[in-house]
């Protein structure tokens, strides 16, 4: 598990920052396991905006030329490290984190959702500007992943937008994570 931390662009700070904030979350919550509900309704929903989402990536690489496209041959302990690493250390905090606190505060004083969507996508893209960035200043960003993520981060805050619940973003979050692991080349 190490060395799939190693290969990817976090670091060990933010998986522990992504931890706390995941015990601060059930801890300090009132009712933290109301946000994942998971019913008919969000599933019928959930999938036309993955295909979306999946469209809208596959445009913006050829765009922003994110990765070149090819198949990462993985085993079934490598693809099985991946998954758990995507899901558990960031599609969860990330998401508590960007739709479970940034997104809600931003629906709750802004009153037009699609501005909320846009300004948590935003926020979501600029968290990842120092990801696999080469230094720190802005020029030396990694304004590739910010982009991929904003756009990204618009179908996730759809996702939750439409369902009101955690469960829709989480699994569309770990299914980019995965498929950008195994069919985009670093």
Partial sequence: MLKVLRESKYTVSVVIIYLFV???FFIFTLSPWSVFVF?????????PIAVCTAGSLFLANKL??????????????????????AF???????????????QK????????????IIFSALVFGAAHLLNGALGFWPGKWNWKLAGMSFIAGLYLGL???????LVPPIILHTLILVVVKIFVKD
Avoid: H, W
Avoid at 39 to 47: A, P, S
Avoid at 105 to 116: D, E, G, H, K, T
């Fill in 22 to 24: 995941l015990f601060y």
């Fill in 39 to 47: 019913n008919k309704t969000n599933l019928v929903m959930f999938f």
């Fill in 64 to 85: 922003l030329k994110f990765g070149e496209l090819r198949v990462n041959k993985k085993n079934l302990l490598q693809f099985s490290l991946i998954f758990f690493c």
């Fill in 88 to 102: 558990v250390l960031i599609a969860v905090p990330e998401e508590i984190i960007f739709r479970g606190f940034v």
């Fill in 105 to 116: 505060y931003l629906q709750s004083v802004i009153l037009n959702p699609s501005l909320s």
């Fill in 159 to 165: 996702a939750y937008f439409l369902t009101d619940s």
